[in-house]
């Protein structure tokens, strides 16, 4: 494998603000350039610097595990966003702060 890093994802699977969020979370390591299509999301990753000592495949390991990482956060984050709303209502009517 050599740089630069070709990847194509599923926007069902990786959602365009998880792509955005992994790609600014390894903006120090490489650079990630972005390719929007209906049903597909292109990466093609770079060294961030000429002196970046990360092998490719090291680096591609490094962004598939950003992207599953931020993938997770948002599926967790979808589904108890119910729960996350009900808390607040509770605590705003405890201080009277309800609309």
């Known amino acids: 494998m050599s740089w630069p890093i070709n990847l194509s994802l599923s926007p069902?699977?990786?959602?365009?603000?998880?792509?955005?969020?992994?790609?600014?979370?390894?903006?120090?390591?490489?650079?990630v350039q972005v390719a929007v299509e209906p049903d597909c999301?292109?990466?093609?990753?770079?060294?961030?610097?000429?002196?970046?000592?990360?092998?490719?495949?090291?680096?591609?390991?490094?962004?598939?595990?950003?992207?599953?990482?931020?993938?997770?956060?948002d599926q967790i984050d979808r589904e108890t966003a119910g729960l996350r709303e009900a808390l607040v209502r509770a605590a705003l009517t405890g201080c009277e702060l309800t609309h």
């Open 12 to 31: 069902a699977a990786y959602p365009l603000s998880v792509v955005q969020r992994t790609v600014y979370h390894l903006a120090e390591s490489v650079a």
């Open 41 to 73: 999301i292109s990466l093609q990753v770079f060294p961030a610097h000429a002196n970046l000592t990360l092998p490719e495949g090291q680096a591609r390991a490094l962004v598939l595990q950003h992207l599953n990482d931020f993938a997770l956060r």
